[in-house]
């Protein structure tokens, strides 16, 4: 690949900044749909991208697509990159309607694209109002960047108390996000907490709309929230650190982002029709059964009684009815929840009882009724499961007392035990040659030279697992080496995302071993001092430069090429040996 590079001249990136709006048609009816474009070519990136004001229209569709061409212009080799954003619009009225004009800064200049008029005739009903069809946040946060904000979102403003209402936490932004490091997660001190959603390697992005401005979102984090008690419940801030593309250019920290708290209004359960004793947690829609394990038992003999209750709502605080020790001598219950997080929660909660029944003949385990609120319907309802009978054999309070205990059964295998023989010696008592004489010495110096050889080889294990700077060195040569083999194999695959955090993690594996720390916990100023400190700036900058390359490769919504992983692969050999020459 260098070699090849090496023989074509140098890519120009002459190209100037420019922003064009294009429309298939310009005379419609209110039935029919538009298609605008709006092409950017900005060789060196943007700051940001303004849609133009759309309020005459409704956005049924928007895409995004991104374009390299490289030409020969006059000897050298030139570059141009074009991105398109296109939205297909429904007009809502008849009449000349004017799509605004689009806004591009880059190079600390701002450039616009050119009105265009679309004339609309009747022949249709239009379409429904602008943003039903793109779920979105109330508008554009005050006091924060338009361009990169976190915005928290409940399904419903107000609930009864312990009633399920689930709460998302989303990022909006206008550019590539490099990095994303959650700093303090929301406070939810006031309701029973069940997590529906977290990212596991990276964010997963969509296109909306938000007051005809396009962006990025990303669900950051969900929960089902239950609430404890009544009254306006605050839902605290979640807070991120986010390195965006546009970002980067300006500064090497990332930007601090607050979603807003949240106000759920909680309605009491209502008095009327409550029963007595009824357990707040237990809202929802449940069935209850029961069944036990046997319907005749032996005097002094358990039955265990398996009681299952299965529905919608906090199956974790449900609190499951009591069992009346009425004929029974009742243990501790064994309590199992299995929970299916979702919108909404389900679940069963499983309590196995162990019943040791205090009276003869037929006896009955009572009814289990289950008092639960469902929202649903405002009111209060009831499971019920049907009472059980068993029969019992004999009279345990005869048991008790010890007046009628059963006679032990005879020794069944008496007939068959063999006398003992006793002898002086260790002989068989079968004529032959004697095994016992030749075993013997074996038997009894095989353990101690096995005793001292297992010393032996512990000793020697411990010495070469000493924490010693060599041993450690050894030992990170290795983690490096395997991260190297994996990054190796994503690229075979052609998975980017897992080559590059793979990269990354065989720089981290070096660093950790040479600076006798985690860097996971530095941040990128600290990063830099230690190795400035101990490797001089020349290598921090080029470490931070590569982990910079690797974590954009991760995380920005268009994927690497195979060339630049490549290149990575062949830099990283040489940035490893001047990590592990740091003293």
């Known amino acids: 690949m260098r070699a090849a590079a090496a023989l074509l001249p140098a890519l120009a990136f002459a190209q100037e ?40 229209f409704q956005i049924a569709d928007t895409g995004q697509q991104t374009q390299t061409h490289i030409l020969m212009q006059g000897g050298r080799l030139e570059q ?10 429904r007009p809502l009225r008849a009449g000349d309607l004017v799509i605004g004009a689009a806004r591009l800064q880059a190079g600390g200049r701002t450039l616009e694209s050119r009105p265009i008029t679309v004339q609309v005739a009747q022949g249709g009903t239009g379409g429904p109002p602008v943003g039903q069809s793109v779920p979105a946040p109330q508008g554009l946060p005050a006091a924060q960047d338009e361009s990169l904000f976190l915005q928290a979102a409940a399904d419903r403003a ?10 998302t936490w989303s990022l909006y932004t206008q550019a590539d996000v490099l990095h994303y490091r959650p700093t303090r997660d929301p406070a939810t001190g006031s309701f029973w907490a069940e997590e529906l959603y977290s990212p596991r390697l990276q964010l997963q992005f969509d296109r909306q709309i938000v007051d005809g401005r396009l962006y990025f979102v990303a669900p950051l984090r969900k929960k089902a929230l239950f609430p404890l008690r009544d009254g306006d419940l605050a839902v605290g801030s979640l807070e991120a650190e986010i390195v965006t593309a546009a970002s980067r250019r300006f500064a090497n920290e990332p930007v601090q982002r607050i979603a807003p708290e949240l106000t759920i209004r909680v309605r009491p359960l209502p008095a009327e029709g409550r029963p007595d004793g009824f357990a707040p947690a237990n809202v929802g829609r449940y069935t209850m059964e029961a069944h036990v394990d046997r319907t005749q038992v032996q005097a002094g003999e358990p039955v265990s009684l398996h009681v299952i209750i299965r529905g919608t709502g906090n199956i974790r605080g449900l609190k499951a009815p009591t069992l ?38 037929a006896v009955t385990i009572p009814a289990l009724v289950l008092q639960y609120f469902d929202p649903a319907s405002g009111g209060y309802a009831a499971a019920r499961t049907d009472p059980i009978g068993l029969s019992v054999i004999g009279d345990p309070s005869a048991l008790t007392s010890g007046q009628a205990v059963p006679a032990p059964r005879d020794n069944l295998i008496v007939e068959n035990i063999r006398p003992i023989h006793h002898r002086a010696d260790l002989r068989r008592m079968e004529p032959g040659e004697p095994l016992v004489d030749r075993v013997l010495p074996i038997a009894l110096v095989v353990p101690p030279l096995g005793y001292f050889a297992a010393v032996a080889v512990g000793f020697l294990r411990a010495r070469a697992n000493r924490d010693t700077p060599g041993f450690r060195r050894r030992r990170g040569r290795l983690r490096v080496q395997a991260r190297l083999r994996l990054a190796k194999e994503r690229l075979r695959a052609g998975d980017a995302a897992g080559f590059f955090a793979e990269a990354a993690r065989s720089l981290a594996a070096a660093l950790d071993d040479r600076l006798d720390r985690r860097v996971d916990g530095m941040t990128r100023d600290e990063l830099s001092s230690a190795l400035s400190e101990r490797g001089g700036p020349d290598l921090a900058s080029d470490v931070l430069k590569e982990l910079d390359n690797c974590d954009f490769a991760r995380f920005a919504p268009s994927a690497a090429r195979e060339g630049e992983m490549r290149a990575c692969l062949e830099r990283l050999p040489g940035l490893l040996e001047r990590i592990e020459r740091v003293p």
């Not at 709006?38 to 060196?44: D, H, M, N």
């Not at 141009?80 to 619009?89: A, G």
Request: zero cysteines.
């Open 80 to 89: 141009r990159s074009t991105e398109t954003y296109t939205y297909v619009l």
């Open 324 to 361: 009346a020790e009425a004929g029974f001598k009742v243990y501790e219950p064994r309590v199992e929840d299995r929970v299916e997080v979702g919108t909404p929660v389900t679940g069963e909660k499983r309590v196995d009882y162990v019943l040791l029944p205090s009276a003869g003949g």
């Open 17 to 56: 900044p420019g922003i064009q709006a294009s429309v298939d048609v310009n005379s419609v009816t209110l039935a029919d749909t538009i298609t605008l474009q709006i092409s950017i070519e900005a060789p060196q990136g943007y700051d940001r991208f303004d849609p133009p004001d759309l309020r005459d």
């Open 158 to 167: 107000e609930v009864w108390v312990g009633e399920q209402v689930n709460v």
